[in-house]
């Protein structure tokens, strides 16, 4: 070889590829062809099992997958954090998609009236046609899609041209052009169906719909209600009836707005609601949410009362150009329209219901409608813009809870204590197996003795007799501490075994000789010259540890014994789902954490397979 092709060559191999392209080129590229020098050079044991794992393209791409999942897990809290605290009954067992806001083509240009309820939309068009979206299979039993039905055809009933409709919890009505009244959905509490009295009425004027209940508004300026009279505060002989022109409902109570341009409350007891600010002025819109009321005076000034909560911030009426005319109510924001065709909205924000969206903002809107967490604004063209809560990646668990935002957090909580677990029970094993190995006599004996005993001990059965004997009287944090200890302290046998047998094995060879000769200490020789030699195998067992430790905090968790919630960890996320009824009706509460969990732990043992064979080649031979 002469000396230009020998620098040459020198020249390229200087340029080392990064880490990145050799787990990108060993996924999905074959191997690369090396020179004769590369060949011949020699490598450090370190660079030969770096070399010899990239070469296994099943660890290769095991080690990719459980970095992406690190790595989500480690950012996806920092931009999705979970709130413990938070719990929404309108948004249980949501099945998963983003459907809620998806309105009907053939709805766009000719709605009529649109009524939202918690996960579901109806839409009325101007020829009378009904239409349902999002997701309106409430239970197994109930679904909004599944119209009246004619007793005598057995069929759904000929709802004729429709006007009006309203959307209760997990009910619906409409009214049609001839006066008639339809209700269906859930009829537990009566609230679907239609009183005699509301039958022979030829004269509704409006419709409402809440929570259980049902509310008809007559040209007459009467209301007549029916559903639960025990959750709602409502009194049917209420001092207003024949003077009504408009009705509003809140989870657990009723508003009117009379002829005059009063708002009154309809109920019979006195709390926050019946204490309706006064001097007003004269009222021409009124609206709810879950928890309060609200009123707008010809002035255009709004009133806010009722149970009024700082955090969701329903009482903070934002400021506006001009003043504004009409109001409505979501689960717990308002959004009103202005003079100027302007849209505004406050209160709670989860879902950005309450953050107005450009495109309505530039828009001129002629009419918007709000219920629950989505917002419709139907401009002057005809088009439906919308903003607010379209649905959940991975659907909502059974207190209403995102569950693709507790995934992540439990991910990482599931890591971190698998993680930390692995450290003790490694600190343990390798301190203990060195020492045993290496001193040998009483002190091996010793030390033996109390790993057989640890051993002995049935892992799960004792680590939940501890959880449940010790963690009652902790809180939360403290508990999960005494999680990772109580794994750590009662895995870590395995390692000790492995541990001092490298140590036994290499004690007298030359190079432990040579430094007792020259007077080095002999805990300095064991953890300074001989567990270095043995850092492979450590690597390697912890590794394998890892999964494991994941395995059975998750088992723990899912017993009850482990992590408690609200704390997310993907053990505890499959504890809400060990029951019949959700594995065969809400399959996504545990089909996400399992896979999850099973993805990330197989990663991890093919991990560990991968560099327990590059570590020791001849482990594939045997």
């Known amino acids: 070889m002469s000396v230009k092709e020998f620098n040459e060559n020198k020249k390229d191999n200087k340029k080392k590829p990064s880490f990145l392209s050799l787990l990108f080129s060993n996924l999905f590229g074959g191997k690369k062809k090396l020179s004769l020098l590369e060949e011949e050079q020699v490598q450090s044991p370190l660079r030969t099992i770096v070399k010899t794992y990239r070469d296994n393209k099943v660890g290769m791409f095991a080690l990719g997958v459980f970095l992406l999942m690190l790595i989500t897990v480690i950012v996806g809290p920092l931009i999705k954090p979970v709130d413990l605290s938070f719990s929404e009954t309108s948004q249980l067992n949501v099945a998963p998609g983003f459907d809620m806001m998806s309105v009907p083509k053939e709805l766009v240009g000719k709605v009529q009236d649109i009524a939202i309820g918690p996960t579901f939309s109806i839409g009325v068009s101007t020829d009378g046609k009904l239409y349902m979206w999002g997701k309106t299979r409430i239970s197994s039993a109930i679904n909004i899609k599944n119209l009246p039905i004619d007793e005598a055809t057995k069929k759904p009933v000929d709802m004729g041209k429709i006007t009006n409709i309203a959307a209760g919890y997990d009910h619906a009505l409409a009214l049609n052009d001839q006066g008639i009244l339809f209700a269906w959905g859930n009829n ?27 509310i008809v508004l007559t040209e007459d300026g009467r ?28 989870a657990d109570a009723v508003m009117g707005l009379t002829i005059d341009g009063q708002a009154v409350y309809l109920g019979s007891q006195q709390n926050s609601y019946s204490n309706v600010p006064a001097n007003m002025g004269k009222i021409v819109d009124i609206a709810t949410t879950a928890s309060t009321m609200a009123a707008v005076n010809d002035q255009g000034k709004v009133f806010v009362w009722g149970n009024v909560s700082v955090d969701k911030g329903e009482g903070k009426v934002p400021e506006t150009e001009s003043k504004i005319v009409s109001i409505k109510g979501g689960r717990y924001h308002y959004t ?3 003079e100027n065709k302007d849209v505004v909205a406050w209160g709670a924000n989860y879902y950005n219901q309450s953050t107005v969206p450009k495109k ?12 629950f967490y989505q917002n419709y604004a ?25 569950i693709f935002t507790r995934l992540l957090n439990g991910g990482r909580m599931t890591m971190t204590i698998g993680a930390v677990a692995v450290i003790i ?30 051993s002995s001990l049935p892992f799960l059965p004792f680590a939940m007799i501890l959880s449940a004997l010790i963690g009652n009287s902790m809180g939360t944090n403290q508990k999960i501490f005494l999680i990772m200890v109580i794994l750590g302290v009662l895995s870590w046998p395995g390692l000790q075994r492995l541990v001092r047998a490298q140590v036994l094995s290499v004690r007298e060879q030359e190079y432990v000789i040579a430094a007792r000769s020259v007077g080095i200490k002999r805990m300095s020789i064991v953890f300074r010259h001989i567990l270095p ?90």
Not at 425 to 446: A, P
Request: net charge neutral; proline share 2%; charged share 15%.
């Open 188 to 214: 537990r509490q009566k609230q679907a169906s239609i009183p005699m009295e509301v039958k022979s009425l030829k004269n509704i004027k409006d419709i409402y719909a809440g929570y259980q209940c049902s």
């Open 533 to 622: 030699n043995v850092i492979s195998v450590i690597i390697v067992s912890a590794t394998l540890s890892f999964g494991s430790s994941m395995l059975t905090e998750a088992s723990l968790s899912y017993l009850g014994f482990g992590v408690q919630a609200p704390q997310p960890t993907w053990g505890n996320m499959l504890f809400g789902a060990n029951n019949s009824i959700v594995i065969q009706n809400y399959w996504w509460r545990w089909v996400y954490a399992s896979i999850a969990l099973g993805i990330c732990v197989i990663s991890i043992n093919l991990i560990g397979e991968g560099l327990r064979d590059a570590i020791d080649p001849k482990s594939q031979e045997r």
């Open 336 to 338: 009103a329209l202005t």
């Open 378 to 402: 139907v401009t002057t063209q005809g088009d439906v813009l919308t903003w607010g809560l379209k649905g959940y990646l991975f659907g909502s668990d059974d207190l209403g809870r995102d």
């Open 425 to 454: 029970s490694t600190v343990i094993g390798v301190v203990i197996g060195g020492i045993s190995g290496y001193f040998g006599g009483k002190i091996d004996m010793f030390f033996q003795r109390i790993s057989e005993m640890v």
């Open 223 to 250: 209301s007549i209600y029916f559903g639960n009279t025990m959750n709602n505060d409502y009194n049917e002989f209420h001092p207003y009836q024949g003077k009504l022109q408009k009705i509003a409902v809140t």
């Open 360 to 371: 309505v903002i530039n828009a001129d809107i002629q009419q918007v409608y709000t219920g």
